[in-house]
């Protein structure tokens, strides 16, 4: 797995430097004064900007990075056992151990269909003449009255009223808006104006991409910048790498090229982001409008959560096993729909493969994203993304049965936005018999 992982991250380093060099733009230079402030007085503006990027190119996609996880195969691992077996139909062949149906019952049992749930119109285990709403709306607020972090995860298991929900998820990922943040913040915005990255492009023509053009989020741009380009700028970030199977990408001095003494870490959070990244960002808008606030949030979120969904591991949450689960989940609920898609050619991941790296962000209504959200905080896991995905193919289970080709297996779930997250979850999860 690490030696994958060292691979695809020379790959994308060497993208970056040939884009420097085909270019002629350096991977950081120091802004003239007078550049420094046109951007210090637009910084609340920048969505008004119009760059030419029409040179820049994501570094990678979400498509490209999936032909390496499916490459990936153990040389220790023996297959001649497995002749036959359904593990043989998916396009992960990675033996990594992820649970089945009834170890994810156990799991998410706080799912179960006699539980009530934020999201679903159901009125049980609340007391008499109460919604179920504002009896979660009172157990959260005493939540927060008592600043009990553990407490706040395991209520928002069941969805956070949206009244409470930033203030919960502040809590749960202990995330402040102290002076010393506040403070550090403004050492990064000063950081972003006093020195332009390569990267930068990329994260304009990212948000450009997607954020931009999709109809919830568009408004947040200047938003966006402001977070993402901070974001590059922030070495606090290169401590989750001790708990990371990626090693931050290092370049050399200008002029220095092949010196020890002068190899640094770029960008300076160690994280080259790829097309998509800024849709970690924009459902956060919705919760945070102190761009402060906005980037500790979002922060936490990454370097607990989000830097597995494009990172080569073994861990359970990694984008590895979450694939595997996924197909896994498949197989088993619905076989006949797996070996279908598989024979014409639309093999399922091709098409979750999206959804999952980016956490369904841009595919789900905002609301519905959020409460989705909500149960990855309160499990502490990305396992229920991969629960998702499969929950969404077993939903369309009888068109999927129809179709002929991959396009027309896309074009039956290319629109996920009328989709309500917690009853398919629990349907597939507690009402199919396996």
């Given at each position: 797995?690490?030696?994958?992982?060292?691979?695809?991250?020379?790959?994308?380093?060497?993208?970056?430097?040939?884009?420097?060099?085909?270019?002629?733009?350096?991977?950081?230079?120091?802004?003239?004064?007078?550049?420094?402030?046109?951007?210090?007085?637009?910084?609340?503006?920048?969505?008004?900007?119009?760059?030419?990027?029409?040179?820049?190119r994501p570094v990678y996609a979400p498509k490209d990075f999936l032909e390496v996880l499916i490459s990936l195969r153990n040389p220790n691992h023996d297959r001649s056992e497995e002749v036959g077996a359904q593990s043989q139909w998916g396009l992960i062949q990675v033996p990594l151990n992820v649970q089945d149906v009834a170890q994810m019952r156990e799991a998410f049992a706080d799912l179960a269909l006699n539980i009530g749930q934020l999201g679903i119109d159901d009125h049980t285990h609340v007391p008499a003449g109460m919604e179920l709403s504002d009896f979660l709306f009172h157990q959260h607020f005493y939540t927060l009255t008592t600043q009990d972090s553990a407490a706040a995860q395991q209520y928002s298991r069941q969805g956070c009223p949206t009244g409470l929900r930033a203030e919960l998820w502040a809590l749960i990922l202990n995330s402040t808006n102290e002076p010393e943040d506040i403070l550090n913040y403004d050492q990064l915005k000063a950081g972003v104006i006093q020195y332009d990255l390569l990267v930068d492009n990329l994260i304009y023509k990212d948000v450009k991409l997607t954020a931009s053009n999709d109809d919830y989020y568009f408004v947040f741009e200047d938003f966006l910048y402001q977070v993402l380009l901070c974001f590059s700028r922030d070495t606090t970030v290169l401590e989750h790498f001790s708990y990371n199977s990626a090693t931050p990408p290092k370049s050399y001095i200008q002029g220095k090229a092949g010196e020890e003494d002068y190899v640094v870490v770029y960008p300076p959070n160690g994280v080259i982001p790829f097309h998509g990244f800024s849709m970690y960002v924009a459902p956060l808008c919705f919760l945070y409008n102190e761009p402060c606030k906005l980037y500790s949030v979002f922060k936490e979120m990454y370097i607990r959560y989000f830097f597995r969904l494009h990172s080569i591991s073994s861990s359970p949450s990694g984008i590895v096993s979450l694939c595997l689960q996924f197909e896994r989940l498949l197989q088993t609920h619905l076989p006949q729909l797996f070996y279908h898609l598989?024979?014409?050619?639309?093999?399922?991941?091709?098409?979750?493969?999206?959804?999952?790296?980016?956490?369904?962000?841009?595919?789900?209504?905002?609301?519905?994203?959020?409460?989705l959200w909500d149960r990855i905080l309160g499990y502490d896991s990305l396992e229920i993304v991969a629960v998702l995905a499969a929950a969404v193919f077993a939903f369309r289970a009888e068109n999927l049965m129809e179709v002929t080709s991959l396009s027309s297996a896309e074009a039956v779930l290319a629109d996920l936005s009328t989709l309500k997250v917690m009853p398919l979850l629990q349907i597939f999860l507690f009402a199919t018999v396996i």
């Open positions: 797995m690490r030696e994958a992982q060292a691979g695809w991250e020379r790959r994308i380093l060497k993208s970056l430097n040939s884009m420097s060099t085909e270019l002629g733009v350096p991977l950081a230079r120091k802004r003239p004064a007078p550049e420094q402030k046109e951007l210090s007085n637009k910084w609340n503006e920048m969505g008004t900007d119009e760059p030419d990027l029409s040179q820049f598989r024979e014409i050619g639309a093999q399922p991941l091709r098409i979750a493969f999206k959804w999952m790296v980016r956490a369904f962000s841009g595919y789900l209504s905002t609301d519905q994203l959020l409460l």
